[in-house]
């Protein structure tokens, strides 16, 4: 039992890949799965994310539903606690789970077809009761929908379901608008008519009555009376030509009709920027005719004023708001695809992206680790399309496995909501050759990038605040403050003895996953395992001087559940660290947030005592202001009225116009003292309603009865 | 309204004068609250730059109800008592036009009182200005429901026998009850504010204004005209907020909260003082245009496909045999 030539095999393998003795076996053939997957061996038996219903987006806005999710709430309405309930809960996760299974075998089809696809054989199997108790659950399922598994196509028919809830809303309320546009220009352009010598014709008159009464009515007396008061047609012809060149195109357009609408889904970036340029026209066209008619129905529409507008009219006068009022366009790019497209096509995206222009992009990603351009047989973690988006700034990114895909489809919908470009980078965890029948399932494969933060779920919405803290976010990574999601791992040894190890999942781990990588592993035989052998995760961080004497090792399990060691070689290892800075880069934009969120905290308290030490003055200094030139007209002695408060009567203005005249806001002011006498003035004083006319002094000393009226005007000084 | 459209609008807005609302000199004697309260209205839809042709008051019979011949925007002068019913047709048939309703103490609360409680049900998006002045004034003194007990008229010559009816108890006493405010047409920025949040307000607004009559009543208000401390100002940040220079005058003041229609109600029963301010709102409550509204276009195809789908129901086919059903046209 010599531990040195052991651990130098392994030391060989981990530098060069090369086996060179017993200690290091090939791994080819295993169907091994990391061991932190390891309840994950048959996803058919587990309950998780998928599959997930696309529904009717309802009252609460979601437009997707986890399969697992609407039966526990249906069995919640329907199914009573404890015991009683127990067959029914048994039965309902028993049809969960066969629903599961023909998905994996490749059925199709909405949940209610599925449901009865896989009832049939358990009613028939299944115990006394099952077939009631799968009738009644079916009966309580909330909504309907196609079923979706996690597979390679899912990522796009989740985003283009998404889509389409959006565009359908945006339809509907245009064509409401649109609609009630058409009707009312139509019923101008028909009272018209109707007060038209043609409308008023005695043929038309009798077209309009309805069979029984024709004979009742002379139509030529009747056209004659009509012909008095009508007065002939109130539109000019300019006008009648405007509304209706409006209302034909409103009626032609096809952006929003029911049928014949332009199509907005393409496969290729370059169709779809094409097909929008090619309408920019008529959008400019249908925003024009919606302006014109508007202004039309509300009768507002001066010719003088708005001609010259609406004749300079085209593709430039379209603001973002008009814009984002038409329907956005989605591309859906499969890896196969974009593998084709080169770099040419990656270019194009990347300009359409900068551009601005509603498109939504979701592009899926095949290989993560591509072939490093240095040194043979190396890795790179390839172009980081989503992260090169995010340096554009106005342009909405979420990067996501297809695992976290529902999880996140909160981001999805913001994706598809948002005025501007949005790119969506998903990773299906489909192979993008053929697929084999060893291959592992592409839920695992995409969760373990999940988990080893290979491709780790981001999101910046340009949309939420003005800085990174707020636009930034990396909820739904698992233990985001960490390099690596670090979990226990329990197993059994030999004696049987529970053996408990953190396991972190690291990039080794998602590697592992793949048979493509096998070659980069080596199984050592249970006889070799010794202490030298440390988790990637502790490898990593040791540093690294010399010849190294310990060896990186991740646990895995094959199909029975036994546990085997691999020895993981130095260009996976590399990888790893670029990953690991790949998310440390993440990481730290995301902790500008909590940066930005202890900052605010202790500043709001002064910040909330200053405003109230603020308003305390001011409002004592507008009250001395405002009293001042009060106190300096009564000073003066100068008749005044308070004139805020006059409510205007009429009494005072009635009895001298000249001396007493309204404001703008129809109250009284003493607009000319000279103009009448102070006996008037103390008459109007008396009989204004709320007084608040003041005399003042007498101006001309010589007016008769001057000692009675001061004594009358005294209660009103 | 499209956004480009707006910006046209804005652009070429022309701004309406308080000389445009303004229709004929008003024939009300000198010193009647009425003049008031068309001030106030006539600076209401200048301020607001309300459309002419796009405004409406709807009245019945009475000194109120000389109102919207001095404003010049469409008006339709109803019949006695009945100014709601025809305000709630326009409102339903033309829901974009603003409707205002003037009424008095007795075209509101005598002859029109039925409608007056389902209009309050009704909730429809109107303004409603009660000009309160406590006689029947057209008709030259005769006793109102709102008149004081014991006051002399000439129906009432030995005094009246009942007391008073209350308006604002009885709205605010009525299901979905929405608006309910009092001014006093001798505060006259009272007035225009509480005016404005009633016009501000989306559904019933129901405003009583009490106002003096000096041909037939004119010493029943000097008291409170005298002794400001007898008006109770109701103020808050959800209300009314009074102005510096009327606090100055105004002292008699009570933070009220209009969303408590227990408070509102208690208030409403005051007499003395006269409660001044915005009793209830609460801008909940449906309108009845809105809930009735089938969000589908009332296009004559739809008419006509709705009509012939009822008569069909009541066709008899004569070739049907016996128990067989015929088809109906689609």
């Known amino acids: 039992m010599d531990i040195a030539p052991r651990l130098q095999e ?12 017993p200690g290091a076996e090939p791994v080819e053939g295993l169907h091994l799965r990391p061991a932190l997957f390891a309840r994950f061996g048959d996803l058919t038996r587990l309950r998780y994310d998928f599959p997930v219903v696309l529904v009717e987006p309802g009252a609460d806005g979601e437009y997707a539903r986890s399969l697992s999710e609407m039966l526990d709430a249906a069995l919640k309405r329907i199914a009573p606690a404890g015991i009683a309930g127990e067959r029914l809960r048994r039965n309902v996760l028993r049809q969960e789970r066969q629903i599961r299974t023909l998905l994996r075998e490749g059925a199709a089809g ?20 099952a077939q009631e108790d799968l009738a009644r659950a079916r009966s309580a399922l909330e909504a309907d929908g ?16 998404a889509w389409r809830t959006v565009h359908n809303a945006k339809t509907r309320r245009m064509r409401r608008e649109i609609d009630a546009l058409i009707v009312r220009l139509s019923d101008l352009v028909k009272a018209d008519y109707l007060r038209s010598e043609a409308g008023r014709h005695a043929e038309t008159l009798e077209a309009g009555f309805g069979g029984a009464h024709r004979a009742l009515f002379d139509f030529q007396v009747m056209a004659r009376l009509l012909a ?16 209706e060149s409006a209302l034909s195109a409103l009626r032609a357009e096809r952006f929003f009709a029911a049928e014949g609408a332009h199509a907005f889904l393409f496969e290729e970036t370059r169709d779809a920027i094409a097909a929008y340029r090619k309408r920019l026209p008529e959008m400019a066209a249908l925003v024009r005719a919606m302006t014109i008619a508007d202004l039309e129905v509300q009768g507002r529409y001066v010719d003088a004023k708005h001609d010259a507008l609406f004749e300079a009219w085209g593709a430039d006068s379209l603001g973002p708001q008009d814009l984002a009022r038409f329907p ?24 359409v992206l900068a551009g601005g222009a509603p498109i939504r992009i979701v592009v899926e990603s095949g290989t993560l680790l591509e ?27 979420l990067q996501s496995a297809a695992s976290n895909l529902y999880r996140a489809r909160g981001q999805l919908l913001g994706a598809m909501q948002h005025p501007g470009t949005a790119l969506i980078n998903v990773y299906s965890g489909a192979s993008t050759q053929a697929p084999a029948v060893g291959d592992p399932p592409p839920y695992l494969l995409a969760a373990a990038a999940h988990e080893s933060r290979v491709f780790p779920a981001f999101c910046y919405d340009p949309g939420a605040g003005p800085d990174w803290a707020a636009r930034f976010s990396l909820e739904h990574n698992s233990q985001p403050g960490a390099d690596w999601p670090q979990h226990e791992f329990a197993w059994a040894d030999g004696d049987l003895q529970r053996v408990t190890e953190k396991l972190q999942f690291t990039l080794a781990d998602f590697a592992a996953c793949d048979p493509r990588y096998a070659r980069h592993f080596a199984r050592v035989p249970r006889e070799g395992w010794n202490d030298k052998m440390v988790t990637v995760a502790d490898w990593l961080a040791q540093p690294s001087n010399g010849v190294p004497e310990t060896v990186p090792c991740i646990p895995t399990l094959d199909a029975e559940n036994r546990l085997h060691r691999l020895i993981v070689d130095e260009k996976l290892l590399h990888a790893a660290r670029v990953c690991r800075e790949a998310w440390r880069r993440l990481q730290e934009l995301d902790s500008l947030k909590r ?42 002695g100068n008749p005044y009225i308070e004139t805020e408060r006059c409510s205007s009567c009429n009494e005072c203005t009635n009895l001298n116009s000249a001396m007493f005249a309204y404001n703008e806001n129809k109250q009284a002011y003493i607009a000319n003292p000279d103009a009448g006498t102070f006996r008037e003035l103390v008459e109007a004083a008396e009989s204004c309603q709320v007084a608040v006319i003041h005399p003042g002094k007498p101006r001309n000393p010589t007016e008769p009865e001057l000692d009675e009226l001061i004594k009358r005007a005294e209660p009103f000084q | 309204m499209t956004t480009a459209t707006e910006c046209l609008l804005r652009m070429y807005e022309d701004h309406h004068r308080l000389e445009d609302y303004h229709s004929g000199v008003p024939r009300w004697c000198n010193g009647c609250g009425d003049n008031a309260i068309l001030a106030a209205v006539q600076r209401l839809c200048r301020d607001n730059d309300l459309a002419p042709e796009r405004t409406v008051f709807v009245y019945g019979i009475g000194c109120s109800s000389r109102f919207p011949h001095y404003m010049k925007t469409y008006g339709f002068h109803g019949i006695h008592g009945r100014a709601l019913p025809i305000a709630e047709g326009v409102k339903m048939a033309r829901p974009e036009l603003q409707v205002f309703v003037n009424t008095g103490d007795g ?30 004034g057209l008709t030259k003194k005769q006793a109102s429901p709102t008149s004081p007990l014991g006051m002399k008229s000439n129906t009432t010559p030995r005094g009246a026998y009942l007391e008073a009816l209350n308006p604002l108890t009885v709205t605010l006493g009525v299901q979905n009850v929405s608006f309910v405010a009092q001014a006093v047409d001798w505060i006259p920025e009272l007035l225009y504010d509480i005016i404005a949040a009633a016009y501000r307000h989306k559904g019933f607004s129901f405003v009583r204004i009490i106002q003096r009559c000096p041909e037939f009543l004119p010493k029943m208000f000097d008291p409170w005209l005298h002794d400001p401390n007898r008006t109770l100002l109701l103020a808050h940040e959800r209300g009314l907020k009074i102005g510096a220079g009327t606090a100055k005058l105004y002292k008699n003041q009570r933070q009220h909260d209009p969303s408590n229609i227990h408070a509102a109600r208690e208030i409403a029963s005051l007499e003395d003082p006269i409660p001044v301010g915005i009793l209830y709102w609460n801008p909940a409550v449906p309108c009845y245009e809105d809930v009735r509204h089938a969000g589908e276009l009332h296009t004559p195809g739809q008419v006509r496909k709705g009509l012939e789908a009822e008569l069909d129901k009541y066709t008899v086919w004569p070739d049907a045999e016996a128990g067989e059903a015929r088809a109906q046209p689609a």
């Open chain 1, 10 to 21: 392994h030391v060989v393998f981990h530098l060069t890949g090369k086996r060179v003795g």
């Open chain 1, 110 to 129: 909405t949940l209610l077809e599925l449901w009865d696809a896989a009832a049939t054989p358990l009613a028939s199997r299944g115990g006394e009761g």
């Open chain 1, 146 to 161: 196609r079923l979706l598994d996690c597979d390679g196509a899912m990522p796009a028919q989740l985003a283009t379901h």
């Open chain 1, 228 to 243: 008095k008061p009508s007065g002939g047609s109130a539109l000019s012809e300019a006008r009648r030509r405007r509304i």
């Open chain 1, 328 to 351: 956005d366009y989605l591309v859906c790019r499969t890896s196969a695809r974009a593998r084709k497209g080169g770099a040419a096509a990656r270019a194009l995206l990347l300009k």
């Open chain 1, 371 to 397: 072939d490093s351009l240095a040194g043979e047989g190396g890795f790179s973690l390839g172009a980081q399309l989503a992260t090169t988006a995010m340096g554009l700034n106005d342009v909405y990114v």
């Open chain 1, 595 to 636: 940066a930005r969120a202890a900052a605010t905290q202790p500043a709001a308290a002064p910040a909330a005592a200053a405003p109230t030490a603020a308003q305390g003055p001011a409002p004592a200094a507008a009250a001395p202001a405002a009293a001042e030139p009060a106190a300096a007209e009564r000073k003066a």
């Open chain 2, 107 to 136: 075209d509101c609360c005598s002859i029109g009182a039925a409608h007056w409680v389902h209009a309050v049900r009704y909730n429809m998006n109107l303004t409603m200005l009660l000009h309160d002045n406590h006689v029947y």
